[in-house]
């Protein structure tokens, strides 16, 4: 059986790791500079071999003697650099100077000698003076002996099975004289404007998505933990069939996980206020809550894109989540992974913080499948679906702040104004995260 070998670049818990494991591939190294991501990513890909570190400093050769690959062919290299330099959130710079990351990631491409590429990025990449860059990657991709599919496309995962509208900028390419791959063409479109494809029908809801799901605020050790076993899930859709994996194809072409189907994971409850929740109930579906802007879930609609906050170096601020289109409370984290894609085994940090701020910078795994599968049929290559079971990583790594993390991987803490907090517990941290949102709300 074989399976081509992918090499997940800017790999943050997993996403494009999930979708291309999914499609067929292998994905034997995840390269990540976010320990606390890392070890998420270890714990859910226990095969892979997780390289701490930036692109920046590492090549090639080090990649591929690190993960016991020298003299192996690379099918394909995949990633996004962080897109903080180009989203349309904020100011935007072209020469701001995170975007040489972009070009470590054309260089290892070359270096690595891969076969195929995926580069994704924001939307904002292909807009206004952002495209003079775009076309300056082109021919970088070009010098290192790469041809990119053109003209680029910016995909929605909502057109493509995901209950929500998230837009990336995909730009896909092979080694000169090799076969191109094809965009994949939409399978959904969101509900409520005019499909593209009528014979494809729409994809799932949001209630199609989480309405099974127990109510966290049932449970009281969920402020405690992010895990409980006692929960008892509703009737499931056909989408909720998938992600509790309760059908065989469920693994489409990955490798099935040991795991407990019974337990409800990620999901440690939120602080509100009844004056916040006041505010909750009285926000109609689909609109957003004045006081503290967040946007409430439609029922028979899409979410809006999930969003990933800011890291510890740039202060640590939440990601805004949802409000529950049935409940008067944000949406938990393991709601926001069943909204993007993510499998109910597939683990996020216990950290509300933390999960949250790892789903909102993961590309969906169903929007990755798609796309993996046009690489492998591009290649030539017919997937196939693994024999074999494998366990999951060790549940400690998912409860690992920056600190413990940088410790468990041998590697300097990036700074952090939220893990350096003097005599501040991890737990503690997040109160007082909560109750600033909180008074936020409450005060307008």
């Known amino acids: 059986m074989f399976r081509p070998i992918g090499i997940d670049l800017f790999a943050g818990a997993g996403g494009l790791s999930l979708g291309f494991e999914q499609a067929g591939f292998d994905v034997k190294v995840a390269v990540e500079i976010d320990p606390v991501h890392c070890a998420v990513h270890e714990f859910n890909f226990p095969d892979a071999t997780v390289i701490p570190t930036s692109v920046a400093d590492l090549s090639g050769s080090e990649i591929r003697r690190r993960a016991g690959l020298v003299g192996k062919q690379i099918d394909c290299v995949f990633g996004g650099a962080p897109c903080q330099g180009f989203s349309l959130i904020g100011h935007r710079v072209l020469e701001d100077p995170r975007n040489k990351l972009v070009l470590d990631f054309v260089r290892l491409v070359r270096e690595l000698d891969a076969e195929s590429f995926v580069f994704e990025n924001v939307k904002g990449l292909t807009v206004g003076k952002h495209q003079v860059f775009l076309k300056e990657l082109v021919k970088a991709f070009d010098q290192a002996g790469y041809e990119c599919r053109l003209p680029w496309k910016v995909l929605n995962a909502a057109h493509f099975g995901t209950p929500q509208s998230r837009e990336r900028f995909i730009l896909m390419g092979v080694k000169k004289g090799y076969a191109l791959p094809e965009y994949p063409m939409p399978k959904t479109n969101i509900p409520g404007r005019p499909k593209l494809y009528p014979e494809l029908g729409f994809g799932p809801s949001c209630a199609e998505a989480i309405g099974d799901l127990p109510d966290a605020d049932t449970f ?167 024999g074999e079971t494998i366990p999951l990583g060790d549940p400690k790594l998912l409860t690992l702040n920056l600190f413990q993390a940088s410790r468990h991987f041998g590697v300097q803490a990036p700074p952090s104004k939220r893990d350096r907090k003097s005599g501040a517990t991890k737990r503690k941290q997040e109160e007082i995260e909560e109750q600033r949102n909180a008074a936020r709300v409450a005060h307008g």
């Open 220 to 386: 009281e050790t969920l402020y405690a933990s992010d895990a409980v076993k006692t929960a008892r899930f509703g009737d499931p859709s056909e989408y909720a069939t998938e992600l509790r994996c309760l059908k065989n194809d469920a693994w489409h072409f990955g490798y099935v996980r040991h795991w407990e189907p019974n337990v409800l994971t990620s999901s440690a409850r939120t602080v509100h206020t009844e004056i916040s929740r006041r505010r909750f109930r009285q926000t109609e579906e689909g609109t957003v809550e004045p006081i503290s802007r967040f946007f409430r879930l439609p029922s028979g609609g899409v979410s809006n894109t999930l969003r990933a906050g800011t890291d510890g170096a740039r202060g640590a601020f939440t990601s805004p989540r949802p409000i529950h289109y049935r409940y008067a409370r944000c949406i938990t984290v393991r709601e926001m992974a069943r909204l993007h894609g993510f499998p109910d085994w597939f683990r996020l940090n216990a950290t509300k913080w933390h999960g949250a701020r790892q789903i909102g910078n993961a590309v969906p795994p169903p929007l990755a499948r798609v796309i993996a599968a046009k690489i492998i049929e591009a290649l030539g290559v017919k997937p196939s679906r693994p």
